[in-house]
């Protein structure tokens, strides 16, 4: 196929006498020779509309398609004089040989310099314009329907079974979202059901394998507030990873001398928080962006004996909104909390060296939550197959937020919980319930939860809908989504939570 050129200038006068422009409105085309008319990917599309000329004159088709902001191609018949006005353009459609030997396909021209002084400005700056409309919620020119911002230009969302790479690429008004595929691609899809799970990272089947798309063992993982990077404590393959949303692609973010990677956490300045725990020892690694690494305790300090000025048997980790790190402690049986600088942590959860299942004890502590809005902090009891609420500075009197009826299968039972997390409201709390093979649902205050994904009964397997051996979870930042690191099946699992 040939482009001849963009339509001549003695078009465009003839264009101005069937409507008045403001600079914004003006657009320019290119036009195929005769023998082409266009067909969108799914064809099962109309065009927006399909019309007669009164005029056969190609300028006139043109026209009525600069007139709607949603028309971004045209065809146009000599012969018939029959008008098609499209919505897609060759993104998401193919200019094709036509039986109708008079036919042209025109495009609207879209240029970046367009957009500079209009997209996500005030509205003023957008009035009549074909190229974006105001959004009444923010008072910005934002992309028009059934276009999304890729960063340079507003350009057609994309129909079923394209590759895509935001989370607004795909045509909303078909109900397609941009979903993970088994062959590791990110493609527009149907929404998923809830419970059935999306493989983000590793293999759909839970085979095992070794490169930059596929885990070892993951265990620990948290999706950064900020960018909604995904990271993962991979500990079989003594790695923490990385991985930018709509990609499969891992990035190593630590591996050197690495012994056991348990936990990660992110705070809101993108600092990285990651323990590397063992029996023996155990440190919490601090990345922070444009400096020097550091790490808590300094390295060798550990003896293993529980002292205040180390981490023994470090496991999970998180901060709070004044940088205070809290380290679970599975050995110890506490919880301590290191403030910036500090040589020593205070316990705020538990009793050091003494197990139980008291109020005030724990019994190996596995993964912690920290809930600023609370002054709170959730604790997986492993052993005694409960969550645990603390109140940061009080009494270190824990009360009983899920599970503590033994363990079992039942929605008031956990057997040996492992990850949770809470959302921002603190009402409700989710839990990796690891031997079960499930995720549940708490809300806050009731007796028993909600299943969320996996077996019910405890099954275990590799299917979409089951889980084998969920050590972790993170919500995303708009809490649509939960992702769980499916360690027997060494992948990483995404939920749609509604």
């Not at 020892?281 to 390295?299: C, K, W, Y």
Request: net charge neutral; with cysteine.
């Amino acid at each position: 196929m040939t482009i001849v050129t963009q339509l001549s200038l003695l078009c465009l006068i003839h264009l101005f006498n069937y409507i008045q422009f403001t600079k914004e409105d003006q657009s320019l085309s290119q036009i195929t020779q005769s023998g082409w008319e266009f067909l969108p990917f799914d064809n099962s599309i109309p065009p927006l509309l399909t019309t007669t000329t009164t005029t056969a004159q190609l300028i006139y088709c043109s026209s009525l398609c600069n007139q709607r902001s949603d028309c971004r191609t045209y065809d146009f018949d000599h012969n018939t004089t029959r008008c098609r006005l499209w919505d897609a353009d060759t993104t998401t459609g193919s200019i094709l040989i036509s039986s109708r030997s008079q036919s042209v396909v025109g495009s609207i021209r879209f240029f970046s310099n367009i957009y500079r002084n209009i997209y996500n400005q005030s509205c003023d700056k957008c009035i009549q314009s074909r190229y974006s409309i105001c959004d009444q919620i923010t008072n910005t020119c934002q992309c028009p329907l059934k276009t999304y911002w890729n960063g340079s230009i507003c350009t057609a969302q994309l129909f079923q079974n394209q590759t895509c790479s935001t989370a607004n690429a795909c045509r909303t008004d078909l109900n397609l979202t941009c979903e993970p595929q088994c062959d590791r691609t990110f493609r527009c899809s149907s929404i998923s059901p809830i419970s059935v799970g999306q493989t983000i990272v590793g293999s759909c089947n839970g085979t095992i394998g070794i490169g930059s798309t596929d885990l070892q063992g993951p265990w620990g993982i948290y999706i950064s507030p900020i960018d909604g990077i995904l990271y993962v404590a991979d500990c079989d393959g003594q790695t923490f990873n990385s991985y930018s949303p709509f990609s499969h692609t891992g990035r190593i973010v630590l591996s050197n001398g690495l012994i056991q990677p348990l936990d990660v956490f992110v705070d809101r300045t993108n600092t990285l928080y990651m323990v590397d725990g063992s029996v023996n020892q155990g440190t919490v690694f601090i990345q922070r962006p444009g400096t020097i690494n550091s790490s808590i305790p300094a390295i060798g300090l550990s003896t293993s004996s529980c002292l205040a000025n180390e981490l023994y048997a470090a496991y999970g980790v998180a901060v709070d909104q004044y940088g205070n790190i809290y380290v679970s402690l599975f050995l110890c049986y506490t919880v301590v909390k290191w403030i910036p600088g500090a040589q020593n942590g205070t316990v705020v959860a538990g009793q050091r060296l003494s197990p139980g299942s008291s109020s005030t004890k724990l019994k190996y502590v596995k993964f912690i939550h920290v809930n600023d809005d609370q002054n709170a902090v959730y604790v997986s009891d492993y052993q005694n197959n409960r969550i645990q609420k603390f109140i940061i500075g009080g009494n270190r009197t824990g009360i009983t937020v899920a599970g503590g009826a033994g363990s079992g299968t039942g929605f008031n039972q956990l057997n040996s919980p492992a990850g949770i997390c809470v959302t921002r409201d603190g009402q409700t709390l989710y839990v990796a319930d690891y031997n079960n093979n499930r995720i549940m649902k708490w809300n806050i205050g009731d007796t028993q939860g909600s299943l969320v994904a996996g077996s019910a009964t405890g099954i275990s397997g590799e299917t979409a809908q089951l889980l084998n051996g969920p050590a972790d979870l993170a919500l995303d930042p708009t809490e649509t989504y939960l992702y769980v690191s499916d360690y027997n099946n060494r992948r990483i699992q995404r939920f749609r939570l509604r």
